[in-house]
T-cell receptor
């Protein structure tokens, strides 16, 4: 158990809908990262927050947004969903922001868009 | 930006034999190279990592080597066991570089009893 929690575990929805994925980092970690894992793209970095502020952006679509709250939990919002958004979404956390610290991954949310 | 290539994509070895997975990276500013193991239905789990000031690191049956000049690093698993069967990912990052983890495409390792 990494100490990172994610809810829900599974999500089934329809095209055009909006969903929210939630992540709670390990106790003491200030950075939260979101990754998308699909069969053809592997693990892709989406976005990073550090202590409530956005720090780095990857290949995140404009239809996707995220935020980190004062209690350090984070939410990833996916809107206008398309079939291609079906994937595993992982959250990871680390102590700081240098990019050289261990990132601990949560169990993931499996999203299926029908 | 950073690009990480990982080979092979699949690897099958007999129980007790060694397994080697190799990765190359493009950004010479990268300084941190972790390896993750992902079992079915679970999130990636860190198994070993290495920083650029070290050429080799070992933890029991697992070792990682880094060649910064050639920009490649490798994972070595000795005396493989059935529970080593999983998908393994290498990654690279660094403050002076991408500041985020860039992952290789993964290697599916199967240990045959």
């Amino acid at each position: 158990d990494s100490g990172v929690t994610q809810t829900p575990k599974h999500l089934i929805t329809a095209t055009g809908q909006r969903v929210t994925l939630r992540c709670s980092p390990r106790s003491g970690d200030l950075s939260v990262y979101w990754y998308q894992q699909s069969l053809d793209q592997g693990l892709q970095f989406l976005i990073q927050y550090y202590n409530g502020e956005e720090r780095a952006k990857g290949n995140i679509l404009e239809r996707f947004s995220a935020q980190q709250f004062p209690d350090l939990h984070s939410e990833l919002n996916l809107s206008s969903l398309e079939l291609g958004d079906s994937a595993l979404y992982f959250c990871a956390s680390s102590v700081g922001v240098t990019g050289e610290e261990t990132q601990y991954f949560g169990p993931g949310t499996r999203l299926l868009v029908l | 930006g950073e690009n990480v290539e990982q080979h092979p994509s699949t690897l099958s070895v007999q129980e007790g034999d060694s397994a080697v997975i190799k990765c190359t990276y493009s950004d010479s500013a990268s300084n941190y190279f972790p390896w993750y193991k992902q079992e079915l239905g679970k999130g990636p789990q860190l198994i070993i990592d290495i920083r650029s000031n070290v050429g080799e690191k070992k933890d029991q049956r697992i070792a990682v080597t880094l060649n910064k000049t050639a920009k490649h690093f490798s994972l070595h698993i000795t005396e493989t066991q059935p529970e080593d069967s999983a998908v393994y990912f290498c990654a690279a990052s660094g403050w002076g570089g991408a500041q985020k983890l860039v992952f290789g495409q993964g290697t599916r390792l199967t240990i045959n009893p």
